[in-house]
């Protein structure tokens, strides 16, 4: 078991430093030194850069020296927290993406966690009342969930919301909550607003994971273990808890482990619709304006949410399976 | 009813209701069987052997249901120390997921199944699932439960039970995890065990030790067992009866030697003709029983055996169902060449 999450933890490294080359390289493939394109900018906003800017520049990312020093200096920045600049927005990227991760990391998360509530015990019930009338219902409004596009349906419930209840959907606050500080008033507010991208989220999750749970659970249904379960005399929702769910819920986790690096990009499209204040829309557009450290930060974190999603759920999966555990 | 039998199944009928249509998986089994004997059911893969036994657990996946039949069990049971009291329950008639069922289930009737490979969850210890068991249906606390499973796992010829019980599935072999569903099956005293080909996925040696274990386990305990195979060679060597059953329904029920020596029904016949046997000198060829298994959805009406048989008499096999004819005490065979109103025997025999 210890060797097991040693060899993980190494993987882990070595997949994350070859990572972070990539999203270096991939940092200096648009054309033109950063420099270049400061000045460009710049000179598009109509100010001229100072010489002494130019060299502090120059000195902070190395740009004077070999590519592999400017590597390493970024990298142990990245280390620090030091993410490099945004020209765009002329501030630092991590000031940028620390004030937007917050909201990001609460809306991922109660997504999460909605789709898992919601969907787990749904797949459960349709599996074992499999082609029954609540299956086929169940069914009906999963593949609806899963076929209308997120984008769609947020539009749609911002009409309905606006038309039928007067509620403003837009963002996460109301105008007047906006930049006020936080008061019981102003979370009642948030929690009012936090329900429409959970739930236009939520939806297609949901149904997908609706149909998974469903497809493992009868397959497991049908194993000779579970036969031998109800042969014993154990009752059925002790079958279906202990014996069935257990090993139906194995897929699900890799899953899991695949779903972390969204709560970063959160759902981009939606963010943009409901114009809420994540990272998803900042990442959208330091793609679009080339706004290379900002893109390469995301780009790196995104890769790191992953790497180390999947290594939880290596670990999750070693728990609950003795198979993998003990190999 | 006589005090010595166990189990009454009287014209059971499973159907599955498929999307392909009706599957007669066993229509019209009847059979007895009696305390402390080893009954055997033999028959091709798919004449619904196997049904009959999840029947009999109430354990009929769907879209599979009883549809008809009776299934009594002489339930026992001590009364105060005043000897025992036989009740009759049938079991059709409890609701399959009841508490009296589940009672029953595991714990006075238990089973083995086909594939130990797969009949263990693997990510429980053979231990809680032995426990498991005993703990459904005995009043022992989880350190008695752990010797009880210890006990058992040593009785089915577990090596080093002690250390075995914290073992998972996947780290025995398929011959040891049949003697922990054995363990399993056996933890709760069963006055019946269904054992479902329990040595067909199992290698020729690992066999014979299962099926030694069974009988002395059988003998020691006097358990009742319905052992349920395709192979005569288990049935010779450990059956005190047999019921032969061809496409859901009962052919032949006789004592073992009877069927080997007499046998009556013509497919019964069929099947003794289509095994090797290792004293013949001369070059023989295997006689195979001609045709094959028809259709599930579509079986012959009258006698489902007539278009493989050679004793096919047209105009009556094809049309009328025969009855179960008793050709001798204890010997039943449902075929029209032993009514006694048809005087067709001499000619049955001849071509044996």
Known sequence: MVAYLIRRFLYMITTLIFVSIIGFVIINLPPGSYLDVYRAQRQMQGTSTAK????????????????????????????RGDFGRSFQYNR?????????????????????????????????????????????????????????????????????????????????????FKDAPWTLAKFIDFLKHLWVPIVVVGTSGTAGLIRMMRGN?????????????????????????????????????????MSLPGIISGSTVVAIVLSLPTTGPLYFNALRQQDMFLAGTFLLFLSVMLIIGNFLADLLLAWIDPRIRLE | MDQDVILQVDDLRVHFFTQEGLVRAVDGVSFTAKRGQVLGIVGESGCGKSVTAQAILRIVPPPGEIVGGKIIYYRQSSNNGAGNVTQTVDLTALPARGREMRE???????????????????????????????????????????ERAIEMLRLVGMPRPEETIDNYPHQLSG?????????????????????????????????????????????????????????????????????????????????????FFNPKHPYTQALLQSIPRIESTKKERLKPIRGIVPDPYAIPSGCPFWPRCDHYIPGLCDREEPDYITV?????????????????????????
């Open chain 2, 175 to 259: 011959g040891m995890r049949q003697r922990v569903m054995i363990a399993i099956a056996l933890s709760c005293s069963p006055s019946l065990l269904i054992a479902d080909e329990p040595t067909t996925a199992l290698d020729v040696t690992t066999e014979a030790q299962i099926l030694e274990l069974m009988r002395g386990l059988q003998q020691e305990l006097g358990t009742t067992i319905l052992l349920i195979t395709h192979n005569l060679g288990v049935i010779a060597e450990m059956c005190d009866d047999v019921i032969v059953m061809y496409l859901g329904k009962v052919v032949e029920h006789t004592d073992v030697d009877t069927l």
């Open chain 1, 52 to 79: 002494e800017e130019i060299e502090a520049l120059k000195r902070r990312y190395a740009l004077d020296q070999p590519v592999y020093v400017q590597y390493l200096k970024w990298i142990s920045g990245f280390v």
């Open chain 2, 104 to 146: 029953i289930r595991g714990g006075e009737i238990s089973m083995v199944f086909q594939e130990p490979m797969t009949s263990l969850d693997p990510v429980y210890t053979i231990g809680d699932q032995i426990m498991e068991a005993i703990t459904l249906h005995q009043k022992v606390n989880k350190s008695e439960a752990r």
């Open chain 1, 92 to 176: 630092e990227v991590s000031d940028l993406i620390w004030e937007r991760l917050g909201y990001t990391a609460i809306i991922s998360f109660s997504t999460l966690l909605f789709t898992w509530i919601v969907a787990i015990p749904i797949g459960i019930y349709s599996a074992t009342h499999q082609y029954k009338l609540g299956d086929h219902i169940f069914t009906f409004i999963g593949l609806a969930g899963l076929s209308i596009p997120n984008f769609m349906l947020a539009l749609v419930l911002m009409v309905v919301a606006q038309r039928a209840f007067g509620q403003s959907v837009g963002g996460l606050f109301s105008r007047e």
């Open chain 2, 328 to 352: 001798e005490p204890d010997h039943e065979v449902r075929c029209h060449l032993y009514d006694p109103e048809r005087k067709t025997n001499a000619q049955v025999n001849e071509s044996r």
């Open chain 1, 217 to 257: 659970l009868l397959d497991i249904l049908n194993m000779q273990y579970i036969q031998a379960a109800r042969a014993r005399g154990l009752p059925e929702s002790k079958v279906i808890v202990k014996h069935a769910v257990r090993n139906a819920i194995h897929p699900l986790i890799m899953l899991l482990g």
